[in-house]
């Protein structure tokens, strides 16, 4: 059964909207990349990093426009075919003198329809204007080498950054045994030995950078007088009161022995 | 006969009812929408705003059979319907035979049919919606078409007998017949006050393009999207708990798109608008919903509250 020219008309009048909606979605998606490329260059962000937000931006825009692609929206261009499109479209396959009228009258008003009237050149116009905006600053940022932020060495830092860490104690080492094998307090047994062995070094004048001959004369420095003015002396009181009086004697004798000695 | 033909034939009914009638320009249009959608409306206002005129005049315009009630108290249900009598031959045999009453008519008024008792009321019925007519074992079809025009008033409760929700849901259209504007009732003073000639009217539409007239409003397209909104528009009666107790019948579903479609025919369109769905809701659904103790005590109407429907 051949397809009524209505029915025709639908389907062109769908595929045209369909196209002028894909266009535009690659218009909106172009505009996303490029600024997201811009991005890219400003942050020396790897560029293909930009590719893939304006693909899931190109996914996801296109998917909500094309589904808003109906009759309605149609209508709410040509505001003649006010539901009598959709009309149309929802009953075109039945056949009555009315609908058929209706379906003659409502290809009569397509004709007027341009794919041009779904372009909306204002903002189709701005799109462009921000593309080749766009498009010079990613040039001169590129050629001027402007960069704000370098994203390889901000990345290194904060791979290189310690959060602060606790003291890593080791409890066991606080508490002394008789027992314990001391060589992690004071080192290595062998190592300490060493101390009390003659160590042959010899200083080879011509390997160091140091010259022994080129001395500098001491620095002189002015000392402050810290001594005080009075010295006294005086005897200790525990000294005396504290010594019984009959071992007094005795250790008056002693300490006169000592001397003696 | 083409939309453009129906529309210059309604245009012309309209302009002969308005050589009677002055303005009720909505009430006269929904009138005829119960016409072509082949069912009942009631119309509801204060007395003396010509009701039962519209009706009247409407009719003459119709070649049709035209018959008349006036409900009262005491009106039995076969006054309606009529009723066997024994009829003597002139052989002198009697025989039973069957008296149709007023029903037997293709338009009916029932003039202030809430003054009727339940059992008149209810004798309608089966008319109304089988469109045939019950008396002792036989039962009668009526002729087609059909419909009740029938007018009561809102005030003067007294001695009436409200219709039963049942029975209200038999008339597709619910009509409010408001008082005239200041121009409009001058100009009624004007022509029933002066010695001016009784305007005559001669029937315009016939019994037969009255029925094609029918069969065209049923084939009036209207798109899926339109007719899930009228369904929307009834059911959402169902849901708003706070302003209505009991919503819509989906019979109300079917009285919305039908009246929509007979709007479309009397405008001269060939599909429904969604402005006719929003317009036909009000008669279709104001007898069809009963409002809720809130609603009543924010002194809300059924119209208000179908307002808040179509927002």
Redesign the interface.
């Known amino acids: 059964m051949p397809v009524k020219p209505i029915g025709q008309a639908l389907r062109e009048a769908k595929r045209a909207v369909m196209q002028v909606v894909l266009f535009n979605s690659f218009i909106d998606t172009l505009v996303v990349f490029m600024l997201l490329l811009l991005g890219c260059t400003l942050l020396t962000f790897p560029r293909w990093y930009a590719l893939v937000p304006a693909a899931v931006y190109a996914f996801m825009h296109t998917y909500g426009n094309v589904k808003e692609v109906s009759f309605s929206s149609i209508e709410a261009k040509f505001p003649a075919l006010k539901e009598q499109l959709i009309t149309v479209a929802d009953n075109w396959k039945e056949q009555n003198e009315i609908i058929d009228a209706l379906n003659q009258e409502v290809l009569q008003k397509m004709r007027e329809i341009r794919t041009s009237s779904f372009l909306n050149f204002g903002k189709l116009t701005r799109e462009v204007a921000v593309m080749a905006i766009v498009s010079f600053i990613i040039i001169g940022s590129a050629a001027f080498n402007v960069q704000f932020l370098d994203f390889k060495k901000a990345v290194n830092e904060i791979r290189e950054f310690k959060p602060f860490q606790e003291y890593d104690i080791n409890e066991e080492l606080l508490q002394y045994e008789e027992s314990q094998n001391l060589s992690e307090i004071l080192g290595n047994k062998s190592i300490t030995e060493l101390g009390a062995q003659q160590l042959n070094l010899e200083l080879n004048p011509l390997k160091s950078d140091v010259d022994i001959g080129k001395v500098n004369p001491p620095e002189e420095r002015q000392f402050r007088e810290v001594a005080p003015s009075e010295i006294k002396a005086t005897t200790d009181v525990s000294f005396e009161e504290q010594i019984p009086k009959q071992y007094q004697r005795i250790v008056k004798t002693y300490f006169k022995e000592i001397t003696k000695s | 006969m083409?939309?453009e033909e129906a529309k210059k034939t309604f245009d012309y009914i309209f302009s002969e009812l308005n050589k009677v009638i002055v303005g009720q320009t909505e009430v006269l249009k929904e009138v005829s929408c119960a016409v072509l959608a082949d069912s009942h409306a009631l119309l509801e206002g204060y007395p003396g705003l010509a009701k039962t005129l519209a009706i009247k005049t409407l009719a003459q315009l119709l070649d049709l059979k035209f018959s008349r009630i006036q409900n009262t108290p005491d009106l039995m249900p076969s006054d309606v319907t009529g009723t066997y009598i024994i009829e003597e031959t002139t052989a002198g045999k009697r025989n039973f035979k069957f008296q149709p009453g007023p029903i037997f008519a293709n338009v009916v008024l029932a003039d202030e049919i809430n003054r009727a008792t339940p059992k008149t009321q209810s004798a309608m019925l089966e008319a109304m919606q089988e469109h045939q007519v019950t008396v002792g074992n036989t039962t009668f079809k009526l002729d087609e078409p059909f419909f009740v025009l029938a007018t009561q008033n809102p005030i003067e409760q007294e001695g009436t007998y409200p219709l039963p929700e049942a029975q209200a849901d038999r008339f597709l259209l619910k009509i409010r017949v408001d008082y005239p504007t200041f121009d409009e009732e001058v100009e009624i003073v004007n022509r029933f006050t002066e010695d001016a000639k009784k305007a005559t009217l001669k029937p315009v539409l016939s019994k037969d393009s009255l029925q094609y007239l029918q069969h065209?409003t049923r084939?009036?397209?209207?798109?899926?999207?339109?007719k899930k909104y009228a369904v929307q528009l009834v059911t959402s009666s169902r849901q708003k708990k706070n302003l209505i107790e009991y919503g819509a019948s989906p019979r109300a579903s079917i009285g919305l798109v039908l009246a929509s479609k007979a709007r479309a025919l009397i405008e001269g369109r060939?599909?429904?608008?969604?402005d006719d769905i929003n317009k036909m809701a009000f008669p279709v659904m104001r007898h069809r919903i009963v409002l809720s103790f809130e609603a009543e005590r924010q002194g809300m109407h059924a119209d208000d509250v179908i307002k808040t429907l179509i927002k």
């Not at chain 2, 084939?219 to 339109?226: E, K, M, Q, Y």
């Open positions: 083409k939309i065209m084939l009036i397209p209207i798109a899926n999207d339109l060939k599909y429904v608008s969604k």
